[in-house]
């Protein structure tokens, strides 16, 4: 063996094995690559100013908007993962808890890095906090988000610290070992926090009475998608952690949690994706005869743009709500790999779609009589910024699941990872 | 943010949205500095070792676990919940009361009578003076021959037991060898003078933890066994089962064995 | 000084669509030129002119020319509760719907907030050609690349006003002092201006005539930029589009 696999070796957990220190550095080569092309993309905005990108006045968000909430919808695993591990003591899910960290940080650190990119005046972040406006969903979505990733990172630290060469240095075992300790109360702290940011990015299109597509009445200070984004981030948080697992497990070659974790999983995403779905159709009904039409718009006509149809509403609520929320109830689908992966993805896919179609199709609607449908097509400059978040993300994530104990049921006989 | 910021108002939703945000911010803060001065009150009491230790031994595989007790066929099947400190395990005198039974030969190696074992493949000798000397058992002396380099600690340093006694170099290894007594170190020797350490306990230590007698043998023939699973080297090993010898610098005779899991098996990492 | 609520009526029967209230109102408050690659929809345009049709040809085709501001939202301002950081506030003494852009993050949340697209984002650093700089007005700070401006009724000019007023030792501000560039450059006169909360005032009393409308009222953001026509094709676009989209067409 070269001496930098005998050295890559000593890094990894003993009793597992993982893939050569070549194929890892091969792997990592294109990611790295797309990484840096999206830095330099970042760069460029961050240099020359949001002129870069095909944003505009009448369309004022866009991919990344649309993207940060759908990964931190995605990412609502790691907090619903910690909640339902220790407060509702769901012992099962151990199993999964510590990959839901790493890919809960990864999605909150990558949403928070792309909005430091979004925002004009990335350098004046700290004014929210300094004169902050209770009254604005965004206030309240930066608040949690900002205290969430500091919640994240020392839930990830402990991980980090079991890193086979970084444990024997006593003081992080020590730290690592007190910290973990105290992680539900930073699991309860997360879910109080999670559950005001899941929603307030919600409110934060409900709230706006000057788009009536978008806007939505609700209980006292809340709209009604406040309510909804917490359902749908919950029910798609395990899903995606169902699919990443899986994803893991395939790339890798290795079983990594039992089976009856994923139904766990599965079983969890498929009720509340069914109370998502019940939930949705009311507000839709409530918002098609009252809201929008009290506003003097015929919400009908919001369907009257294509490709933007009533199509798009139904597959919302059907095809990516309805069928899933069946194909993870149902005994028979619910046991089977495929069909439970395939739910997972239409789960995760309803998420993208509902946040899409609130972004997007919100911005792109006329309101005034003589204003047009607009569109718009994301510059090279904002995919390639947002490529670096899903490169930045396999990263994180290879060098963890590489070096770090993230599936304590992984082993190899008579061996127990450390991980708990 | 504060009173007497621009934009800050006495409103109830003001205040109570501050209030939380506060209350959070606080909460994270206090259980992140709860942890780091628990942390630091660990060191200070001199639990930290011990802590290190019984987090380490959580993570060992269950097989490198098992009670001494089993290894000398007093008891069927026992894995040991104490962290091989049998000084607090409840249950030591019931089980060390009964007969043992071990094989006669201790396959060529030296591991005289007069001395106590450490599951870290160290010794003990206790010293007319009052001080203890401790050194690397014949076993370990034959995987790694001639270290590299030793690091010893400074005479007047304190040890812990099952914590860094000292720590030696081959190659591209690095093995820390568990200190099996606290102390407080007096001399140091080498691997040439054939002992590493010289310390002096407070008080009289109970040294129950350390194997002695049948047990020794019992020990090493399962380490044995371990080791040729570990190495997997089938013209070496094969001699070690037939009651041939372990032969010395087994390390620089076989470079190519995974010696990354053979040494951390060992040396209890 | 009692509570203002400043306002104004808009006669798009008198709006021949010259654009000189545009140009009035980039030259009050240091509007740079465009960048090169600037668009329609990457532009600054606090006041622009909407050239609108009746969706017929021939001889029965009609053009109306609409002058779109921030229309001044007296409730539920949708820019102002959404503001993560107080940049946006409506002055409780006049009803002026303010932005900081010395204060804006950059978010660009109440552009997607205001139904009236009156807002607008430097995309660009400001840049004035060689020797343009003296033409900038020295009451109006420039605004930086990376926030949002929009429309304040060209606040310097009120703050000229009371400061006017105070020196004379007077309550209220003279209305002939504090008149916005638009309205001083409109060379029919169709635009009025003035406080709405003084029920005496031509502007209120305009407002208040029945061929005045003001745009998706139904919103209940109370604006006060009002329009008036007495051609009810017009009219009907205060209400947002319910006829397919073919049938109301940009001029």
């Known amino acids: 063996m070269a001496s930098y696999a005998v050295a890559d070796r000593r890094w990894i957990e003993r009793g597992v094995e993982r893939t050569s220190t070549l194929r890892f550095a091969l792997w990592l080569v294109p990611w790295a690559l797309l990484l840096a092309l999206g830095v330099y993309a970042a760069g460029l905005c961050l240099r020359f100013g949001l002129n870069q990108t095909n944003m505009d006045n009448r369309f004022p968000f866009g991919l990344w908007i649309f993207l940060d909430l759908s990964i931190i919808a995605l990412g609502a695993g790691a907090f619903f993962t910690g909640f339902l591990v220790y407060i509702l003591k769901f012992k099962e899910l151990k199993a999964v808890l510590n990959t839901a960290v790493v890919v809960g940080f990864i999605c909150y650190s990558g949403a928070v890095g792309i909005l430091m990119i979004d925002v004009g005046q990335p350098l004046r972040a700290w004014f929210t906090f300094w004169h902050p406006n209770t009254h604005s969903m965004l206030t309240e979505v930066t608040f949690c988000i900002t205290c969430y990733l500091v919640v994240l990172l020392f839930e990830y630290i402990p991980v980090l610290l079991r890193n086979r060469q970084l444990r024997r240095v006593p003081s992080f075992l020590i730290f690592e070992h007190r910290l973990h300790l105290l992680v539900p109360v930073l699991a309860a702290v997360g879910t109080l926090l999670s559950f005001f940011h899941q929603g307030s990015l919600g409110g934060l299109y409900g709230v706006l009475r000057g788009r009536p597509f978008a806007f939505r009445e609700g209980i006292a200070i809340w709209p009604s998608t406040f309510f909804l984004f917490i359902l749908s981030a919950i029910a798609a948080g395990p899903s995606f952690l169902l699919l990443i697992t899986s994803l893991v497990e395939k790339v890798t070659g290795r079983k990594l949690v039992e089976f009856s974790v994923l139904c766990r999983l599965g079983r969890i995403s498929g009720l509340l994706t069914a109370v998502y ?29 294509k490709p933007f149809g009533t199509w798009l509403m139904l597959a919302e609520i059907v095809l990516f709500g309805l069928v899933p929320a069946v194909l993870l109830l149902h005994p028979k689908t619910a046991s089977r790999r495929g069909w439970l992966i395939s739910a997972a993805l239409l789960v995760c896919g309803g998420i993208l779609l509902n946040r899409f179609i609130l972004t997007v199709q919100t911005l792109a609607l006329p309101t005034l009589a003589f204003d047009e449908f607009v569109s718009y ?22 060098l963890s699941y590489r070096y770090l104990p993230l599936f304590p049921q992984e082993k190899r006989e008579g061996y127990r990872v450390s991980g708990r | 943010m504060f009173p007497g910021v621009d934009g800050f108002h006495w409103t109830f939703g003001h205040v109570v949205f501050l209030g939380l945000f506060f209350a959070v911010a606080l909460t994270i803060f206090t259980t992140v500095v709860r942890a780091v001065w628990r942390s630091v009150e660990d060191f200070r009491s001199r639990r930290a070792t011990a802590i290190c230790w019984d987090l380490e031994f959580a993570g060992m595989p269950e097989a490198e676990r098992c009670c001494r007790h089993e290894l000398a066929g007093r008891v069927a099947e026992r894995t040991c919940p104490n962290s091989f400190d049998c000084r607090r395990c409840a249950e030591y005198e019931k089980f060390a009361a009964l007969p043992a039974s071990s094989p006669a030969t201790s396959f060529g190696l030296d591991y005289p009578a007069g001395r106590l074992y450490h599951r870290g493949h160290t010794w003990v000798r206790p010293e007319s003076d009052g001080t203890y000397t401790i050194g690397l058992d014949d076993l370990a002396s034959h995987l790694v021959g001639k270290p590299d380099s030793v ?52 008080g009289e230590p109970n040294l129950r933890h350390l194997l002695q007698g049948p047990e020794v043998t019992a020990w090493l023939s399962k380490e044995l066994e371990r080791l040729q699973i570990q190495l997997g080297a089938p013209d070496a090993a094969p001699s070690l089962a037939d009651g041939g010898i372990l032969m010395d610098g087994l390390m620089d005779a076989m470079p190519q064995a995974d010696w990354d899991n053979a040494l951390a098996s060992t040396f209890l990492e | 000084m009692k509570k203002r609520r400043y306002g104004m009526v808009i006669d798009l029967d008198r709006c021949t669509g010259c654009g000189a209230c545009s140009v009035a109102c980039a030259a009050e408050n240091n509007v740079p030129p465009a960048a090169p690659r600037a668009t329609e929809r990457t532009g600054i345009t606090p006041l622009r002119v909407q050239p609108v049709s009746n969706g017929a040809s021939g001889p029965a085709r009609r053009e109306v020319f609409i002058p779109l501001m921030c ?46 697209h009156a807002r607008y984002f430097n995309w660009w650093d400001p840049e004035w050609p060689a020797g343009m700089e003296k033409t900038l007005n020295p009451g109006v700070a420039t605004r930086m690349r990376g926030v949002v401006e929009k429309c304040n009724l060209c606040h310097s000019r009120l703050h000229a006003a009371e400061d006017k007023a105070a020196a004379a030792n007077q309550r209220e501000v003279n209305p002939a002092d504090y008149v916005p560039a638009c309205v001083e450059a409109c060379p029919t006169g169709a635009i009025l201006f003035g406080d709405l909360a003084d029920e005496t005032s031509a502007v209120a009393r305009a407002a208040r005539a029945p061929q005045a409308f003001r745009l998706l009222e139904k919103l209940g953001t109370e604006p006060k930029v009002y329009y008036r026509s007495n051609r009810p094709w017009v009219r009907a676009l205060a209400e947002p589009r319910t006829v397919p989209a073919k049938e109301v067409q940009r001029g």
């Open chain 2, 151 to 202: 690091e010893l600690p400074e005479p007047g340093a304190a040890i812990d037991a099952n914590g860094t006694a000292w720590t030696l170099r081959k190659g591209r290894n690095e093995v820390r060898v568990r200190a099996p007594i606290d102390g407080t170190v007096v001399e140091t020797g080498g691997a040439d003078r054939g002992w590493y350490l010289r310390v002096r306990p407070e």
């Open chain 3, 71 to 116: 229309m001044q939202c007296g409730e539920h301002t949708p820019c102002v509760s959404v503001c993560p950081q107080q940049a946006v506030e409506v002055d409780s003494a006049t009803g002026i719907v303010t932005q900081m852009p010395q204060r804006c993050l950059g978010c660009r949340y109440c552009m997607t907030a205001c139904p009236y």
């Open chain 1, 377 to 398: 097509l994301p510059s090279w400059q904002e995919v390639a910024s947002f490529g670096a978040v899903v490169a930045y993300g396999v990263i994180v994530y290879s």
């Open chain 1, 277 to 305: 779905v019940a939930a949705k159709a009311v507000d839709t009904l409530a918002w098609l005869n009252r809201t929008s039409p009290s506003l003097g718009f015929a919400p009908w006509e919001f369907y009257s743009y």
